[in-house]
């Protein structure tokens, strides 16, 4: 069936990093653009990062500009995302989200299940 | 960065009770408003898109409403596995971003 499942995900000391895999199946992974999108404990949803369909051109939250990497591979059908210099304010679950953009649906449809990331000396 | 803000916080019901939850941006957003639901341990679910559109497998007892800056986001009888964090989320201005959310949680 068509999913998304993250994985990389641990407990990391404040300025190292660490990076996140995302395996898709079930559809065509390169027609799709890519979103990572993280949830602080307690908290809401934040967008992170995008890639497009060939990872051409990818964009950034201002909170992890600089610091953060999104990566796809489409031979593999994976997505990544590396983290550098990471900080305390990290601390969420990762999630992959699959970007639908049909006529008048632009949504999020397919969602993986996260994966926890831990940013603590 | 357009601010979605979501209202109320917490909204106690009953099964049963209608539940109206809005959503309002700080800046329009045309139509490019989509709702999810997330319930505990799990990832969001796409509930509605193009504001007033359900998704595929989506109930009719979930409507929304509104375009601009205003939305809607109604469930005209709840049943139990509507209880859980509901989250607009808007694509009309870029960066993409979320509203808080709001718990409707069961009286």
């Known amino acids: 069936q068509v999913q998304l499942v993250e994985s990389g995900g641990g407990v990391v000391q404040p300025g190292r990093s660490l990076r996140l895999s995302c395996a898709a199946s079930g559809f065509t992974f390169s027609s799709y653009i890519i979103h990572w999108v993280r949830q602080a404990p307690g908290k809401g949803l934040e967008w992170v990062a995008v890639v497009w369909y060939d990872g051409s051109s990818e964009h950034y939250a201002d909170s992890v500009e600089g610091r953060f990497t999104i990566s796809r591979d489409n031979s593999k059908n994976t997505l990544y995302l590396q983290m550098n210099s990471l900080r305390a304010e990290d601390t969420a679950v990762y999630f992959c989200?699959?970007?639908?953009?049909?006529?008048?649906?632009?949504?999020?449809?397919?969602w993986g299940q996260g994966t926890m990331v831990t940013v603590s000396s | 960065e357009t601010v979605l803000t979501q209202s109320p916080a917490t909204l106690s019901l009953s099964p049963g009770e209608r539940a109206t939850l809005s959503c309002r941006a700080s800046?329009?957003?045309?139509?490019?408003l989509v709702w999810y639901r997330q319930k505990p341990g799990q990832a969001p679910r796409l509930l509605v898109y193009?504001?007033?559109t359900r998704a595929t497998g989506i109930p009719a007892r979930f409507s929304g409403s509104g375009s601009g800056t205003d939305f809607t986001l109604t469930i005209s009888s709840l049943e139990p596995e509507d209880f859980a964090v509901y989250y607009c989320?808007?694509?009309?201005?870029?960066?993409?971003?979320f509203g808080q959310g709001t718990r409707l949680e069961m009286k």
């Open positions: 989320q808007q694509r009309g201005n870029w960066p993409i971003t």
């Open positions: 800046q329009s957003v045309s139509r490019y």
């Open positions: 989200a699959r970007d639908v953009t049909v006529g008048t649906l632009h949504a999020f449809d397919i």
């Open positions: 193009d504001a007033s």
